[in-house]
């Protein structure tokens, strides 16, 4: 369907249409492709004869025929003779505004990039056109933006016996994009399109104005191909479900068990031993099924993991699967300071990354986050993960939007440059069900260390550590428990003189963040503010933290858009009291408990660990254990030491003990049999249970007048852990009320433990 167009049948008949002949012998009318095209007139054939062109086609808005001589004799060998090689600078073949049909016949499209000012379309680009594809090979092409090998802009299309593979797109449709436009598969003559890489739409993405689509593929990546490798974007960036296929071949056969990568490793090997790894995570990524039921891990061993080494960046993360390194320092994820890392599209859910150094990731175009972009997450979870020495203008390391119940945890943010180092934040979106979520993100035993604005000639970005925003019209819609961290020596700097400016802690609009046992130190703003700051109707609370030595200031308050933020403070060491908090509103709420001190905190200011407590600070055991119903303490402290320590709890990030100065470190105290995690929760809750013996094993939940809600779990079983996720729902199916609910474990009808949760 030619939609976008004004076609030739508006215009009189061409007459006199040529053919000329391309020979790299100098035996016919041309040896270069592109001169050609230029003697060239619409209708004309351009014939090339077998040989490897390095040219950067340009079709310079004729409609013509560009072939081998698999059209003129019907043997398709020539496409793998006849080569357009773009040596990596710009497309294999540019198209735009081509009146009638033009046609790509019978060519090997290879090392093409999408050009500098578009980005788009690695082998082919066509814009405001009609293109015909037959019996080509489209090959080891890149772009940073759209369609790696193929992008149609406002241009329509028919693809007939043409294999698309091994084109790497930075952002969206690997294989093939289409963006306002319609492509017409070749049901006679199909197609094969497998083993493309994008961060959207590993082989197809299509997007705006564009009819559902039916792809006829001889070949495909795997047999059942969902949203991860064919996506079709409702415009809201979420999947439609308007792709429809046939398949003839799989060139993966997809596992629902752990796979293995190793730089030793081959992508040839089945990946189900260590003896048989895989070479790349992406490739690992495009192997593993997503199967909920049975959530699967790539186990990735020591090594660096580079563009160089054959990965493929950003990950394109997929959901109910983990990725897990063999060792923290050791398993490392390098971007080469050219592209970011990761990246999680909506519906990427309940996966985790852990045991990983992320580092040299960076910003571009298409992009502002340095090592991670995770939109629409829920219930994902890094895990002792290092960021370390990633750029992005927007995000130092990343950001992550919309996405309940993310966890991170036991990770260091260090030495990163740009912007705020991390933004956590929920917003609007019609196209979403329902249109507005509200999203609990927890960050516990986390390090923000010496993250800094970016300075370079060209650089953007103030620098910082985190950032929790949501819309104003929507307050109370994020809650982020920042549970046992330290942000230390963080630096941001203004270009504006007497500008508020974010550094290590910023709300803004209408965020909550309950701030517990948690170091602010050292962090330096070279304008107005300080080390946290609230805005407009944002609501911190704060527990159990040290906030001294910050400069200008500990803590401010504004109202840029009339809202009015509210601070709470018990028993926190602030220093020079209240004081150390600056206000620039005039509508504002504090309350500062008089369980809140003013005193040198008395660092250690030695070892690993310089803002661990001497003896005699007096933030020891004056700390609290009152703490909000739906905060969790973690069982150690950032030095693993036991986070509480004889009934009693210090102030800051790190608990004293008789371990200070010493190797000796007692064992951490019994993990819990029963947790529940996000806590408060809206959709859904994780419940965690271990059961120490076998028997009868039951889950159930009271409303807190003590009524069984809900029973969860009722089975025999043996000893070990697990988990359930538990949507808010009684036994006949029906949402309970918000409210407070007591969860209990019972094993042989014996209560093992419980614990109170808030459903939203």
Same mark, same amino acid.
């Given at each position: 369907?030619?939609?976008?167009?004004?076609?030739?049948?508006?215009?009189?008949?061409?007459?006199?249409?040529?053919?000329?002949?391309?020979?790299?012998?100098?035996?016919?009318?041309?040896?270069?492709? +592109?001169?050609?095209?230029?003697?060239?007139?619409?209708?004309?054939?351009?014939?090339?004869?077998?040989?490897?062109?390095?040219?950067?086609?340009?079709?310079?808005?004729?409609?013509?025929?560009?072939?081998?001589?698999?059209?003129?004799?019907?043997?398709?060998?020539?496409?793998?003779?006849?080569?357009?090689?773009?040596?990596?600078?710009?497309?294999?073949?540019?198209?735009?505004?081509?009146?009638?049909?033009?046609?790509?016949?019978?060519?090997?499209?290879?090392?093409?990039?999408?050009?500098?000012?578009?980005?788009?379309?690695?082998?082919?680009?066509?814009?405001?056109?009609?293109?015909?594809?037959?019996?080509?090979?489209?090959?080891?092409?890149?772009?940073?933006?759209?369609?790696?090998?193929?992008?149609?802009?406002?241009?329509?299309?028919?693809?007939?016996?043409?294999?698309?593979?091994?084109?790497?797109?930075?952002?969206?449709?690997?294989?093939?994009?289409?963006?306002?436009?319609?492509?017409?598969?070749?049901?006679?003559?199909?197609?094969?399109?497998?083993?493309?890489?994008?961060?959207?739409?590993?082989?197809?993405?299509?997007?705006?104005?564009?009819?559902?689509?039916?792809?006829?593929?001889?070949?495909?990546?795997?047999?059942?191909?969902?949203?991860?490798?064919?996506?079709?974007?409702?415009?809201?960036?979420?999947?439609?479900?308007?792709? #429809?296929?046939?398949?003839?071949?799989?060139?993966?056969?997809?596992?629902?068990?752990?796979?293995?990568?190793?730089?030793?490793?081959?992508?040839?090997?089945?990946?189900?031993?260590?003896?048989?790894?895989? +070479?790349?995570?992406?490739?690992?990524?495009?192997?593993?099924?997503?199967?909920?039921?049975?959530?699967?891990?790539?186990?990735?061993?020591?090594?660096?993991?580079?563009?160089?080494?054959?990965?493929?960046?950003?990950?394109?993360?997929?959901?109910?699967?983990?990725?897990?390194?063999?060792?923290?320092?050791?398993?490392?994820?390098?971007?080469?300071?050219? @592209?970011?890392?990761?990246?999680?599209?909506?519906?990427?859910?309940?996966?985790?990354?852990?045991?990983?150094?992320?580092?040299?990731?960076?910003?571009?175009?298409?992009?502002?986050?340095?090592?991670?972009?995770?939109?629409?997450?829920?219930?994902?979870?890094?895990?002792?993960?290092?960021?370390? *020495?990633?750029?992005?203008?927007?995000?130092?390391?990343?950001?992550?939007?919309?996405?309940?119940? =993310?966890?991170?945890?036991?990770?260091?943010?260090?030495?990163?440059?740009?912007?705020?180092?991390?933004?956590?934040?929920?917003?609007?979106?019609?196209?979403?069900?329902?249109?507005?979520?509200?999203?609990?993100?927890?960050?516990?035993?986390?390090?923000?260390?010496?993250?800094?604005?970016?300075? #370079?000639?060209?650089?953007?970005?103030?620098?910082?550590?985190?950032?929790?925003?949501?819309?104003?019209?929507?307050?109370?819609? $994020?809650?982020?428990?920042?549970?046992?961290?330290?942000?230390?020596? *963080?630096?941001?700097?203004?270009?504006?003189?007497?500008?508020?400016?974010?550094?290590?802690?910023?709300?803004?609009?209408?965020?909550?963040?309950?701030?517990?046992?948690?170091? =602010?130190?050292?962090?330096?703003?070279?304008?107005?503010?300080?080390?946290?700051?609230? *805005?407009?109707?944002?609501?911190?609370?704060?527990?159990?933290?040290?906030?001294?030595?910050?400069?200008?200031?500990?803590?401010?308050?504004?109202?840029?858009?009339?809202?009015?933020?509210?601070?709470?403070?018990?028993?926190?060491?602030?220093? #020079?009291?209240? $004081?150390?908090?600056?206000?620039?509103?005039?509508?504002?709420? @504090?309350?500062?408990?008089?369980?809140?001190?003013?005193?040198?905190? $008395?660092?250690?200011?030695?070892?690993?660990?310089?803002?661990?407590?001497?003896?005699?600070?007096?933030?020891?055991?004056?700390?609290?254990?009152?703490?909000?119903?739906?905060?969790?303490?973690?069982?150690?402290?950032?030095?693993?030491?036991?986070?509480?320590?004889?009934?009693?709890?210090?102030?800051?990030?790190?608990?004293?003990?008789?371990?200070?100065?010493?190797?000796?470190?007692?064992?951490?105290?019994?993990?819990?049999?029963?947790?529940?995690?996000? *806590?408060?929760?809206?959709?859904? #809750?994780? @419940?965690?249970? +271990?059961?120490?013996?076998?028997?009868? +094993?039951?889950? =159930?939940?009271?409303?807190?007048?003590?009524?069984?809600?809900?029973?969860?779990?009722?089975?025999?079983?043996?000893?070990?852990?697990?988990?359930?996720?538990?949507?808010?729902?009684?036994?006949?199916?029906?949402?309970?009320?918000?409210?407070?609910?007591?969860?209990?474990? $019972?094993?042989?009808?014996?209560?093992?433990?419980?614990?109170?949760?808030?459903?939203?």
């Amino acid at each position: 369907m030619k939609r976008f167009l004004i076609y030739l049948f508006l215009f009189p008949l061409l007459v006199n249409a040529q053919v000329i002949t391309v020979k790299q012998d100098g035996t016919g009318d041309y040896t270069v492709i +592109q001169h050609a095209i230029n003697a060239a007139g619409n209708g004309d054939t351009v014939l090339v004869w077998p040989g490897t062109y390095f040219e950067n086609v340009d079709f310079l808005e004729k409609s013509l025929c560009l072939a081998s001589l698999a059209m003129t004799t019907g043997n398709i060998t020539y496409a793998n003779q006849t080569i357009i090689d773009a040596n990596y600078e710009g497309g294999c073949i540019k198209i735009m505004h081509a009146l009638d049909t033009t046609e790509v016949n019978g060519l090997t499209l290879i090392h093409g990039i999408g050009s500098s000012s578009t980005y788009n379309g690695g082998a082919i680009y066509a814009y405001e056109s009609y293109i015909k594809i037959k019996n080509c090979i489209v090959k080891n092409n890149q772009t940073l933006g759209y369609g790696a090998g193929i992008m149609l802009y406002k241009s329509d299309g028919f693809i007939s016996n043409t294999i698309v593979k091994n084109n790497h797109s930075h952002w969206r449709g690997g294989g093939i994009n289409l963006l306002h436009g319609e492509l017409i598969f070749d049901s006679i003559m199909p197609s094969s399109i497998f083993l493309n890489y994008a961060a959207m739409g590993t082989d197809f993405y299509k997007l705006g104005d564009c009819p559902p689509i039916h792809l006829y593929l001889d070949t495909a990546t795997v047999a059942s191909p969902d949203h991860y490798y064919l996506y079709s974007d409702s415009g809201g960036g979420f999947p439609a479900d308007d792709i #429809t296929y046939n398949i003839n071949n799989p060139a993966i056969q997809q596992v629902s068990q752990d796979i293995y990568v190793s730089n030793d490793g081959d992508n040839s090997n089945s990946g189900l031993s260590e003896d048989e790894a895989l +070479q790349t995570i992406s490739y690992a990524l495009l192997k593993m099924a997503s199967d909920s039921i049975s959530p699967d891990t790539i186990h990735v061993a020591k090594g660096l993991y580079s563009q160089t080494t054959g990965e493929k960046f950003p990950l394109n993360l997929k959901a109910y699967t983990s990725i897990v390194g063999q060792d923290r320092d050791s398993t490392i994820l390098n971007g080469g300071n050219v @592209i970011y890392i990761l990246h999680g599209n909506p519906k990427t859910v309940n996966y985790s990354v852990k045991n990983l150094s992320i580092e040299y990731g960076s910003g571009n175009f298409i992009n502002s986050k340095g090592a991670f972009k995770l939109l629409y997450n829920n219930n994902g979870r890094f895990e002792d993960i290092i960021f370390r *020495n990633n750029i992005g203008s927007g995000n130092a390391a990343g950001a992550i939007y919309n996405s309940n119940g =993310f966890l991170i945890k036991n990770s260091y943010f260090k030495n990163n440059m740009g912007g705020p180092v991390l933004r956590i934040g929920t917003s609007f979106n019609e196209d979403y069900d329902p249109p507005f979520q509200a999203d609990t993100v927890q960050l516990i035993n986390c390090s923000f260390q010496e993250n800094t604005a970016d300075t #370079t000639l060209n650089g953007e970005g103030v620098g910082g550590g985190l950032v929790v925003y949501t819309y104003l019209d929507y307050t109370d819609s $994020l809650t982020c428990n920042l549970i046992n961290s330290e942000f230390i020596e *963080n630096i941001t700097t203004s270009n504006t003189p007497n500008q508020l400016t974010i550094n290590a802690l910023a709300q803004m609009w209408g965020s909550n963040v309950y701030l517990i046992n948690s170091t =602010f130190t050292h962090n330096a703003v070279n304008s107005l503010g300080g080390a946290v700051g609230i *805005n407009d109707n944002s609501k911190l609370f704060i527990y159990n933290s040290i906030l001294y030595q910050n400069e200008p200031a500990q803590l401010w308050l504004a109202g840029d858009y009339g809202g009015t933020p509210s601070l709470t403070v018990y028993n926190s060491n602030v220093e #020079t009291g209240q $004081l150390g908090i600056k206000v620039y509103t005039s509508n504002y709420n @504090i309350f500062y408990d008089t369980s809140n001190i003013n005193a040198d905190p $008395l660092w250690a200011n030695t070892g690993y660990y310089p803002y661990m407590l001497s003896y005699g600070s007096p933030c020891i055991n004056t700390g609290t254990l009152d703490l909000p119903e739906h905060i969790e303490l973690p069982e150690t402290d950032l030095a693993d030491n036991p986070r509480v320590y004889d009934g009693q709890i210090d102030m800051g990030a790190y608990e004293y003990g008789p371990w200070v100065g010493v190797d000796y470190r007692p064992p951490a105290p019994p993990k819990p049999q029963l947790s529940a995690s996000p *806590n408060p929760f809206y959709h859904e #809750t994780r @419940i965690r249970y +271990q059961s120490k013996e076998k028997g009868k +094993q039951s889950i =159930f939940v009271y409303d807190i007048n003590g009524n069984k809600a809900a029973t969860l779990m009722d089975i025999t079983g043996q000893p070990g852990r697990g988990e359930i996720i538990w949507d808010g729902r009684n036994d006949y199916g029906r949402l309970l009320p918000a409210g407070v609910y007591v969860l209990e474990l $019972l094993v042989n009808d014996e209560s093992k433990g419980s614990v109170k949760v808030l459903k939203k």
